[in-house]
Structure formats: C-alpha cells, structure tokens
C-alpha cells in the first residue's frame, strides 16, 4: 500500500472520528437549563457581580431597567465580578468567553458552544500530539476514537465552564514542551514564547492546571540534561509566573489563598461535624481510608476500560469472583503467549475464565465481565510498558504515567492538608484523561497483536463496555446522571430566558415586572451584598433582556418563587414564571 493511500486512509478515519466527535457534543447541547455555577459564568463574563454587589445604584432604587441593568461596566467591575463569583478563578476563560458571547450571544446553545468547540479541537490536537511524540498513525487514531466517546469529555462540553478550555491548553502545553526537547527545536524562540503563553493561559483558566506544569518539571529532573533547554525554560517559566503573578499581586487572584482557606475551614468543620446532610454532597474527614475511597472512581473512570465500574461493582463476593476469574485469564493469557498451535482447551481457556463464572454474580454481570477482562487487560498495559525497549519511547510513556496520576495525587495531598474530601473530585484532575486515554490505546493495539483465542474474549468484554458507555452517555444527555451532570432528574429548558422572552411579548408602557425575594444562603463576607432583598433572580432575567430596554421593574420583599407582570392600566397581574422554590432554581 502506498504512502499516499496510507495518509488518505488516514484523512478519512479521522474525518469520520472528528465528525462523531462534534456530533456526540453538540447534540442536545442546549436543551436543560443553566445551572449554578453556569449562571456564575454568565454574570462573571458580563462583569455583574452576583447579587449586585458591583449594581447597588441599581437595585437600591424602587424600580430599575435593563439599561441601567447593562450600564457599562470597567475591568474593575469584571475583576469583582470574577472575586465575588469564582474566588479570582479562570479570568482568561471568562474573557475568552465575554468576546465568545459578543460574536454569538448568550442563550444556553451559544454559551456552552465554547465548551463545545474546545473539547472538540481536543481531539485532532490529541491525533497530533501522538503521531509526532509516539510516531505512530495506528495508535493516533486509535486514541482519537477513545476519546471522541469518552464521557467525560463529552458531559464538560455541555457546561458553560472552564473545564473543556483547559483540557484543550495544558494538552497544547504538553505538545509544545516536547517539542522544545527535541534537537532542531531548541533555539526556538517563538516556540518557548508559545510554550510560555500557553503556560500564563492554562493556569489563568483554571489554577490546579499548575499540576500539568509540575509534571513538565519532574520530567525535566528526570530525564533532561541539557544546560540550553534548562536555561530556556527556566526563563520561560519565571516571565510567565511573572505575568500571573500580576493576576495576584493586582487582580482578582489577591483574594484567592485567603478564600480557599477560609474554605478549607469551612468544609473541614462539616466533616467533623455533618458530613452527609449539609447541603454540598458527601464530605468525610481525611482519613486514609476516606481518601482512597472518594479517589477509587476517579481511578477507574480515568481510564477506559474501567470506566464506570466503581458505581456498579456491587458485593465483596461477586467482586471477589471477578478478580479470581481475571486472574485466571490472565494467567493463560501470559501462559500461552508465545504458543504457536495450543490445546483446545489451551484456545478456550481465556474466555471460559470470563463467562463461566457469569451465573454465579448476583447482580450487574455484564459490569463484573468487564471488571474480570479489565485485569488481564491491565496486565497488556504493564507488557507494553516493560517490553519498549526503545529509549525515547520509555521516556515518554513514563511521561504519560506521570500525566496521568500527578494531577490526582495532587488532589489527595491537598485532601490530608485540608482535613476533608470534598475537592476528590474529577473535574479537577481531569487534566489526566488525554494522557490516560493514550496508555489505553496502546493496551488495545497490544490486544490486537495477539492470537485471536487470546484477544477475542477481551475484545468481546470490551464491546460490552462500549454498550455500557452508550448508555452513560444516554444519561447524560438525559441530565439524569448526577457523577456527570450533577442532577438526578432532568432540568427544564431555562427558565429566565423563558421569563425574559415572555416579558418582552408581554410588557407594555407603564407596566411592571415584579421579581421574587429569595435568598440563597451567604456563607462568608464575599457572598454578602447588603442588600434588603436578593437580587439573583432580577439579574439573570434582565441579562437576557434587551440592553436598551426601559421596562420598569422591582422586587417584591414578600414574594419567594413568583415573577409577575402587573398592568399599569388595570393592576391586573400576569404570572411569568413560578420558581416553585427551588425546583426550577438549579
């Protein structure tokens, strides 16, 4: 076969994969509203400050407009804003999305298409990242495909947040500073510029992105000794922890370590106190056995062929016997190896180790089947580790390893120093899954190298797992898995952009939008705003409204769920929307 009909090949593979790809995360993409911490998004990138800390000329008269609402707001407006909504965090993202918002507006669909943009541009730069660093088109494609499906990646992407940008950019980073150790490279300034840009923008979209950069670093000890390379990135990484030390020295990040410790305080006395009904999930003291309990699915989401399984992995028993059965098959697998011709039962024996014990699992089978093929398959993994026998290549995997678990354990270090659990969370780790997902290619290129009465029954387990992972998928895109989309039951389209859509329709001079009072609990200083009346629902109403708009509005101290129309002529009142509590306050 020819070069050429080789890179058309491969032209049309990652054609058909970045076609998935994008379908998979555009698909519903605006159906359920906005939920909390994307209204914080929307706010923070107009510079609104929620519950008007930065509007109080606004909402402190009886009645207010959507232009004195949109009244133009300063640097110093979005730098509050980004203070009082998200502790200093991830003001490259907001402003990214600020001018996102100016191109394409600001309903649901156009916010989160940023996210959707993002984690699809992912995916050819993970194609690329492989095919240069690893030289290989097979196992390029190979990962591309894992992760054009992978969960995670596709829930992040429905979420108007900083999550997709900063997979997308500390994968770039990663991209760049390989490419800086390479020969030809090495006196390139405009690569060290772009590394040292990518650095600034990763960690000003999210700060635990600085995990990414440790990894960078203790490859650096590990393996590079070159005087040069040192000398470049070590100014290459002083001028750009200089300019985000701007950020804290002058902008929103000087308030950040004080908030994260008063946090840490906060949730630490929940856990000594009420870990299970306190309003923000599951938050246990840190102990060992704690830790390593919240962290296990995280683990085993991380990578592919486990995904899932630690929320469905149910009884000591079955899993006992779904660990004894892959042991077993991995034992033949190693056995048989380089058997050219083996007995019947010799070809049968890896697939009878994985279904005969199929009756005796109690519940979730075809999860404990995947559970039992997923050991021998790890133990492809450690083969293909061990058996590089080319340096560079070595390098690199352990590189990937590195990728792969620093960012976790950076979390479960911070989890002891904290006290509690609560941040064991894999959003913020979630930097790891492009590097995972590459050991995980490499395990299924190794499974196809094999004989087939070795590989088929892993490959079969494996379809089953993809059947599983079609499924967590539907969830999600039914908003009704909460590991992923934080909800167990499926919001409703937005609702203050349904309000606002009504108002206008609706409203005629001399008309008046009365909005409910109702108060989401302050926890600390920065979420007071002194207000009489909570202003929250008003905001992300006339968010949506016109910016011209003159229509009079107020907030009614005795009203909780209820924004209401009342006719200037007759005192009549249309109900808008019933907030019902907090059914439709997501």
């Not at 990894?215 to 000398?231: D, G, K, N, P, Q």
């Amino acid at each position: 076969m020819s070069l050429t009909t080789n890179n058309l090949r491969n032209v049309l593979f990652l054609s058909g994969i970045l076609l998935l790809t994008f379908a998979l995360r555009v698909y519903r993409v605006g159906t359920y509203g906005i939920f909390f911490d994307e209204k914080s998004t929307l706010l923070i990138s107009q510079g609104v400050c929620l519950e008007a800390a930065n509007q109080k000329e606004v909402f402190t008269k009886t009645y207010f407009t959507p232009k004195e609402f949109w009244a133009e707001k300063d640097l110093g407006d979005f730098i509050e804003a980004n203070i009082r909504g998200d502790i200093g965090n991830s003001p490259a993202y907001y402003g990214v999305l600020w001018l996102w918002i100016q191109l394409f507006g600001l309903d649901d669909t156009a916010l989160r298409m940023l996210s959707v943009v993002f984690s699809t541009l992912t995916i050819p730069l993970l194609y690329v990242f492989v095919r240069r660093h690893f030289r290989s088109d097979t196992l390029a494609l190979i990962t591309a495909a894992i992760a054009a499906i992978e969960p995670f990646f596709v829930a992040y992407s429905h979420m108007a947040r900083n999550y997709s940008m900063t997979f997308f950019l500390t994968l770039l980073s990663t991209h760049l500073f390989l490419l800086l150790l390479e020969e030809k490279h090495r006196r390139s300034w405009g690569l060290y510029a772009g590394y040292g840009l990518t650095v600034v923008a990763s960690i000003l979209s999210h700060y635990l992105t600085v995990t990414v950069f440790l990894c960078h670093a203790l490859y650096m000890l590990l393996y590079v000794r070159r005087t040069r390379i040192w000398v470049g990135l070590s100014i290459t990484a002083v001028l750009a922890l200089g300019l985000v030390s701007l950020w804290f020295l002058f902008g929103g990040g000087k308030y950040t370590f004080f908030t994260l410790d008063y946090q840490a305080k906060f949730y630490r006395q929940f856990a000594l106190t009420n870990p299970y009904n306190n309003g923000f999930g599951l938050i246990l003291p840190a102990t060992v056995g704690n830790v390593l309990k919240r962290s296990l699915p995280i683990w085993t989401d991380l990578v592919f062929f486990t995904n899932g399984l630690g929320a469905n992995l149910l009884g000591y028993r079955n899993a006992l016997v779904a660990v004894v059965s892959g042991l077993a098959a991995t034992f033949f697998i190693h056995r048989n190896w380089q058997v050219t011709n083996p007995s019947g039962f010799g070809k049968a024996a890896v697939a009878l180790c994985l279904l005969l014990p199929l009756p005796v699992y109690t519940l979730n089978r075809g999860h404990f089947l995947v559970f039992s093929a997923a050991i021998p398959l790890y133990y492809l993994l450690a083969r293909t580790l061990l058996e590089e026998h080319n340096r560079e290549a070595r390098r690199r995997i352990v590189f990937l390893l590195i990728l792969s678990t620093v960012p976790t354990l950076f979390l479960l270090l911070m989890a002891f120093r904290s006290g509690h659990t609560y941040g064991i969370t894999q959003r913020y780790s979630g930097f790891s899954f492009p590097y995972a997902t590459i050991l995980v290619a490499m395990t299924f290129r190794k499974l196809a190298s094999l004989k087939p009465w070795l590989s088929l029954p892993l490959a079969g387990a494996m379809v089953v797992q993809v059947f599983f992972i079609g499924l967590l998928l539907h969830r999600i895109y039914g908003d009704s898995d909460p590991k992923y989309t934080y909800f167990g039951h499926p919001r409703a389209a937005n609702p203050m952009l349904r309000a606002a859509h009504r108002i206008q329709e609706l409203y005629q001079p001399g008309d008046t939008i009365v909005y409910p009072n109702f108060r989401r609990k302050e926890y600390t200083e920065i979420d007071k705003n002194n207000l009489p009346v909570s202003v929250l629902d008003a905001q992300l109403v006339n968010v949506y409204l016109p910016k011209e708009a003159e229509y009079l509005q107020r907030i009614d101290p005795r009203e909780q769920d209820k924004i209401v129309l009342v006719r200037g002529r007759t005192g009549d009142k249309i109900t808008i929307f019933d907030f019902q509590g907090t059914t439709y306050r997501y």
